[in-house]
């Protein structure tokens, strides 16, 4: 068989499309897998904590995020989109102030960001933002 | 151990007793995350601070674990309760064993 341009731009498209098939349930699966280590199982509800991530992060590679859950034991952050979506865990002492935290982290492309926080009474709180990079942060 | 890896912390230097106050802290640290590439296309490996602690007069405060998605120079902002007069230690710890630390004292005003 001859490859034409033709042939070649269907190949292509075609293998990219089968691409992005693949990836998106595995990096969703990957976080619920995250979540459930986390929580053991135990069933998580919106609200009764504060995530704050900016809409629009021109640079992928520090990204500003706090998070804040009164009452909570320890929050747990994870990037949805990111090769491995954990990004970091705070666990509270008997000295913290508040039960708030913030850093900077790394988004390899647009997506949600998710805190999942531990309250004193043993139910977990979870909340979500989606952010959209101009330019991803994880190099590769 | 990594080159160049200077803690910088930012505390009030005194405080009210039962106040709340806000830490900074930051430290230097390329924090490579081990999905990069070389120019041959060699996997840079991993190499990163991996736990942060901080302490007040030896009771602890936060204790994050940080993963390969924490950006360069890896920040972090909380706030911690001053019951008294005393001293707060900061530790880092790296992929590769180093421990670095520092530590700030406070004076009840």
């Known amino acids: 068989m001859e490859f034409t341009r033709r ?14 098939f693949a990836g998106m349930p595995a990096f969703a699966s990957k976080t619920d897998d995250a ?8 069933s998580v509800t919106e609200g009764g904590i504060d995530l704050t991530a900016p809409e629009i992060a021109e640079n992928g590679n520090t990204v500003p995020v706090s998070v804040s859950a ?11 989109g990111n090769p491995t979506p954990a990004v970091a865990t705070f666990n509270f002492g008997p000295m913290a102030g508040t039960r708030s935290g913030a850093t900077r982290i790394r988004l390899a ?24 990079v101009t330019i991803g942060g994880c190099g590769g | 151990m990594a080159k160049g890896v200077k803690p910088r912390v930012k505390v009030p230097k005194s405080a009210a007793a039962g106040d709340v106050i806000t830490i900074k802290t930051l430290i230097s640290h390329k924090m490579e995350s081990g999905v990069r590439k070389d120019g041959d296309g060699n996997i840079i490996p991993r190499s990163i601070i991996n736990r942060f602690v901080a302490d007040f007069n030896g009771q602890n405060i936060i204790d994050v674990t940080l993963e390969p998605a924490i950006s360069t120079n890896p920040y972090f902002q909380f706030e911690a309760m001053v019951p008294e007069a005393g001293e707060f230690k900061f530790t880092w710890y790296d992929d590769d064993g180093s421990v670095y630390e520092t530590s700030k004292k406070i004076k009840i005003a």
């Open chain 1, 7 to 20: 042939n070649i731009l269907a190949l292509g498209s075609g293998a990219f499309a089968a691409a992005s």
């Open chain 1, 35 to 42: 979540i459930a280590a986390f929580t053991g199982g135990a």
């Open chain 1, 70 to 80: 009164p009452g909570a034991v320890s929050i747990m952050l994870l990037a949805t």
């Open chain 1, 109 to 132: 492309k647009t997506q949600d960001v998710v805190a999942v926080a531990k309250m004193a009474d043993g139910s977990f709180r979870t909340a979500g933002a989606t952010v959209k």
